[in-house]
DNA sequence: CTGAAAGCGCTAACAA
DNA sequence: TTGTTAGCGCTTTCAG
């Protein structure tokens, strides 16, 4: 077996002297449709092994418009939460024949509209993209070109597409709830990248649930810019150097609750003793932690998984999906960064008392 | 702008009044070397723009047997050591004008080799593999084929090819002599996948560091059969339940590490005053834990990013690379979950002793 | 400076 | 039951 120049069809064909299309009925399951010989059948499928024939996708992705690969781009493959969801709608798309090409748009617009210009030369069947956020433009043009598109973990306002996520408005509605009724009221919030959907209703989530207990909200107590672990900690170093420190810190992201850590760490403050802490997106180190973190988990599993499924049923029947959100409820685990504390005293009485 | 069917050349072409050759020629920036005429190389980028032009690479791979995408195989996306390296390759490869087709082969040799076989029918110019380990005949048959490959993390003896990874005998080595100088004599270690280059080199590496320390081998020590957490957590509950249990765990693994950690903790057992633990594959969250774990780094980002280039320069200008392996030096990183312990009784007094 | 022809490998339509 | 023709969109000859 084995010529180093590639079988094709038509070498089989030749083999067996037969046709080509005849050739590529049998390789393609179709033989009992067109009722073709069980000899002619079984010769050729003996040629195909021993010529080790490949088929070639780039050919029939372009006599038939479709090419079985789907898209995916996402701003951090390194970043464990978008690296088990990547996974998943890996092992999704495989359970469908569908492969995925990966991009890493880094956060960054520019690349993310590079990677969907790229994906629609490469002819994908369909794209996933997790938006930087910022930009909804080169979306749009996938859509004007009726490609199958489906958002997942950040959604855009301004373009009308099916997209599947965590409720975070509620989860960290959950997470300020928690705090809240541990007697916490002055409350950080560090920030992942702004204007990226996750972000704004996380910090909706946080200012609704001070409105809900009457607490004004403390604009200097919402710092940071994005979902790195540096971010975590500059803002978290910033946050200590305070004459009045919060005593808690949210933490919007699992790679800015290590950054916090980080910070925390150097300062030699402990958790919850000193400060307390409550992060998004849970983590499986987070109960081995010095203290186990308190969290909001989300399911990242089911994310990739509907996110698949949805763009698939788009691919095969368009416009059966209305362009709707599915929002997975997230959950809080409560482990032990978060300590009770005594009410604060009324800023007016504080102020008394020194 | 936008049609809602796709530009071609040819449709550029008759809106310019041109051919599609010359179309082609202008649009990959041959217009100099063709010597077109500047009005004609406007009109013609004017009207692609126009038109919303997208090249169509299914096409022009099929021409040119080149498609500028590379395969990725991997066991497990969502491992945070694979995760980074793979960040580090889809960066690079982008940097180089190359697109990833990503693979996760689940630690299953039959997935990894329908990987490779649909890897090649799209027409991959090269691949990126880090194998699972057992059988090497769909990788052969990739290099009898002259399709580019290089292996990464882990390596085939029965293949000769290019590889990336790290020195892993040299790594365990130095985490054994660490544990050593410590006290310790009875070292369990539980291992990753067997036949794995990375899980044998590491094994051969904690028996190297006995025998130089005149500690026989005591194979009931050396347990597990998997990267994963499941395997590391198992193994360390049945490790515990022993009637002699071991001073110190030498986890193959950061997944290890972690189900050692939470087996432990169920134990009740503390890190490192009852068990010592030292763990292959550093995490960024080992220093929070609630033992800062002591670890072997290894330089994912640097294997990424030199298995790319390697891919590379084999696919611009194929047999200039000798099949050699790259041993990047892991290094170790001392925090504290080893503790310095009293060399244990020779068994014959502890027998006594009793 | 530009175009006509050909072909990469595949499959759908039509014919026989 | 099988073959012929044609064309997906691109680029490379070769011709002018």
Known sequence: MGKHVNAT????????????????????????????????????KAAARELGYTPNYLASGLRLRKTHTLGLVIPDISNPFFASVAREIEKTARSYSYSIILCDSEENTKQEAEAAALLQGRK???????????????????????????????????????????????????AMMHLQEKGHRSIACVQGLRNTSTNRERVGGYCDALKAQGVPIDESLIVGSS????????ETKLLLSRTERPTAIFALGNLIALGALRALAESNLHVPEDISLISFDDQRYFSFLATPVTTIAQQNEEIGRIAVKLLIDEIRSPGVHTAEGIFLPPRLIIRSSVARIDPPLHPVIRALSV
Not at 227 to 234: D, M, R, T
């Open 9 to 44: 069809l038509k070498s089989i064909a030749e083999k067996v002297h037969v046709s080509a299309p005849t050739v590529s009925r049998v390789l393609s399951g179709k033989a009992r449709e067109f009722r073709i010989s069980k000899e002619t059948a079984a010769a050729i």
């Open 124 to 174: 994908v069947d369909g794209m996933l993209v997790c938006p930087v956020g910022q930009e909804a433009h080169h979306l749009r043009q996938i859509r004007d070109r009726h490609l199958p598109l489906v958002l997942i973990d950040r959604f855009l306002p301004d373009i009308s597409c099916p997209f599947v996520g965590s409720d975070n408005r509620r989860g960290a509605f959950e």
């Open 227 to 234: 979902f790195g672990e540096e971010n975590g900690y500059i």
